[in-house]
């Protein structure tokens, strides 16, 4: 009888063995479509975490398609309501929360508490990833992937060309501008073309440094007026940047493939941008950190109003009707993983891991050593949200139609401010 029951529990453990084994190979065996909006050497850079990804799970094939980021926000308003693909790459904001109110993503706190990100994924981040849902509750509907973190990219050898060095403060950067008129250099180079990505790192670094971090981020997210005096002053000195020359008035004519080409070239000194670029300079230039290009943070205007680091994070978006969500998850914890992040951020270097045991030194052997000091201090003290991630679509839409008029000379600061603030007054 023993003997008969031992092998009855035997048979037991077998079948349960059998079905959990079989469930397991279900869930990794399938296909996901995954769409970003990252091309060129950020392309290689996901395509080399994805490659993590498949040797672990040969059995899934992954459909990975990169657009331009205008190209994506195109096709994301159109597939997000009716067929949407398993995972999509945005940046953390509006846009996550316009989906997210919509009602049309997965809520991610389960799977984020099951797959204990909490252990994995940098604390500070988690503040990004919760947004209003249709009934208003907060929840988590995106997954960070990359932080990028705005800085001041210039060219050593037009530098050097000239005896330029880092500036330290407000009055060194400015005398810095005009060293590099004098000699015939345009010094900031923006290609903003159908959009506020590039031009918008010079306002929010001038509305902070007006206005501090609390109001600018109040401002941005529809709770302050653009009226303030304050925020007047900010935007008059960014006229005055184009006025001076300090950057090209042509910026909404320009292309950003073109305006990094005039970078490489020398005919402008400065880029400045986030911390991608160092992926785009290595693959469009073969450019190597403190060789061919440097970096510094952009010095505060007032000594009484510091201007902390501003900066985003890209991250993963699950549709509520994604196919294969049991997939999407294990692709999502792959993702974050080390050896993803490492594959992603340090060797093919897109951006900054939001993995906690990557270590800064990590990015000094890989050549960027720039990017260990961004991690360290971002470590801590955190990171400030660039203000052009709380808008909303609609009033994002408004924005570049609005400053690009005011670049122009069509409007004026105040008609500029009175149409934003009757934006913000309509479209959050």
């Not at 926000?73 to 398993?86: A, G, N």
């Not at 932080?147 to 330290?168: A, D, H, R």
């Not at 009226?227 to 184009?242: G, H, P, Q, T």
């Not at 991690?375 to 400030?384: A, I, M, P």
Request: hydrophobic content about 45%.
């Amino acid at each position: 009888m023993l003997k008969k029951n031992f092998f009855r529990l035997l048979l037991v453990i077998f079948m349960l063995m059998s079905i959990f084994f079989i469930e397991s190979y279900a869930r990794t065996k399938g296909v996901l479509d995954i769409l970003t909006p990252w091309t060129g050497s950020d392309e290689i850079a996901i395509r080399a975490a994805l490659d993590v990804f498949q040797k672990k799970y040969p059995e899934v094939k992954v459909n990975l398609e990169s657009l331009s980021s205008m190209e994506m926000k195109t096709v994301l308003s159109l597939e997000m309501m009716t067929e949407p693909r398993d995972l999509y790459v945005y940046g953390q904001g509006g846009f996550v929360g316009s989906w997210a109110k919509k009602g049309v993503l997965t809520e991610l706190t389960d799977f984020w508490n099951r797959a204990g990100l909490d252990n994995i994924v940098d604390g500070n981040l988690k503040m990004f990833t919760q947004y209003p849902g249709p009934t208003g509750e907060m929840g988590m509907y995106w997954i960070p992937m990359v932080l990028q973190i705005s800085s001041v990219f210039y060219n050593k050898k037009v530098f050097n060309s000239i005896g330029l060095v880092e500036p330290t403060n407000w009055v060194e950067f400015i005398n810095l501008m005009e060293k590099l008129k004098s000699n015939g250099v345009l010094p900031i180079i923006v290609g903003t073309m159908g959009e506020l990505y590039g031009t918008q790192n010079i306002i929010d670094h001038l509305l902070v440094s007006y206005c501090g971090i609390d109001f600018a981020t109040r401002l941005a997210q529809g709770k302050e007026s653009y009226k303030d005096s304050r925020v007047v002053e900010a935007f008059n000195e960014y006229l005055n940047f184009i006025d001076k020359g300090y950057v090209n008035s042509n910026m909404f004519g320009v292309r950003f493939d073109e305006a990094l080409r005039k970078f490489g070239k020398g005919e402008a000194a400065i880029w400045w941008r986030e911390s991608w670029s160092s992926s785009v300079l290595a693959g469009e230039f073969g450019w190597v950190d403190g060789v061919d290009y440097g970096v510094f943070s952009p010095p505060s205007k007032f000594s009484n109003i510091p201007v902390p680091e501003l900066g985003y994070a890209d991250g993963w978006m699950m549709p509520l009707n994604a196919e294969d969500k049991d997939l999407a998850e294990l692709f999502l914890k792959t993702m974050v993983s080390a050896d993803a992040q490492r594959a992603h951020s340090v060797i093919k270097g897109h951006g900054v891991t939001v993995n906690r045991e990557i270590m800064p030194g990590e990015y000094v052997v890989a050549g960027m050593p720039f990017k260990s000091i961004q991690l360290t201090n971002y470590r801590k003290n955190g990171l400030s949200s660039s203000l052009i991630f709380y808008y909303t679509p609609e009033f994002m839409d408004e924005a570049i139609i609005v400053i690009s008029e005011l670049v122009a000379k069509k409007i004026s600061v105040d008609e500029a401010m009175s149409r934003l603030d009757e934006a913000r007054n309509t479209k959050y």
